[in-house]
Nanobody, 124 residues
Framework: QVQLVESGGGLVQAGGSLRLSCAAS????????MGWFRQAPGKEREFVAA????????NYIDSVKGRFTISRDNAKNTVYLQMNSLKPEDTAVYYC?????????????????WGQGTQVTVSS
């Protein structure tokens, strides 16, 4: 089992920044690719970003490329999502997820463990 706890969400004005963190416990963190997903009200959960287990490969949805950066610190068992130039359409609950393989895929069904989520609200 892997337990994931997200933090860092909040209310920010358009153009602002937030950094989300996801702390993992329970298994060897460096054995898992990690992903960030989001779900807005009335919409399906969508992939945002993912990173391989050593951090050498990243993957982003097109709408956040150049604005968001995913990173990880395996010594701290933590994955981060730095979000800059935030837009109202980024408003959602953000979830981190762990996949017991090396490659950072985009499909949520490939991830076995999920956090509870953290709310991000971007005002216009």
């Amino acid at each position: 089992q892997v337990q994931l706890v997200e933090s860092g969400g909040g209310l920010v004005q358009a153009g602002g920044s937030l950094r989300l963190s996801c702390a993992a416990s329970g298994r060897t963190f460096s054995n898992y690719a990690m992903g960030w997903f989001r779900q807005a009200p009335g919409k399906e959960r969508e992939f945002v970003a993912a990173i391989s287990w050593r951090g050498g490969t990243t993957n982003y949805i097109d709408s956040v490329k150049g604005r968001f950066t995913i990173s990880r610190d395996n010594a701290k068992n933590t994955v981060y999502l730095q979000m800059n130039s935030l837009k109202p359409e980024d408003t959602a609950v953000y979830y981190c997820a762990a996949r017991g393989r090396s490659y950072p895929v985009t499909a949520p069904e490939e991830y076995s463990y999920w956090g509870q989520g953290t709310q991000v609200t971007v005002s216009s």
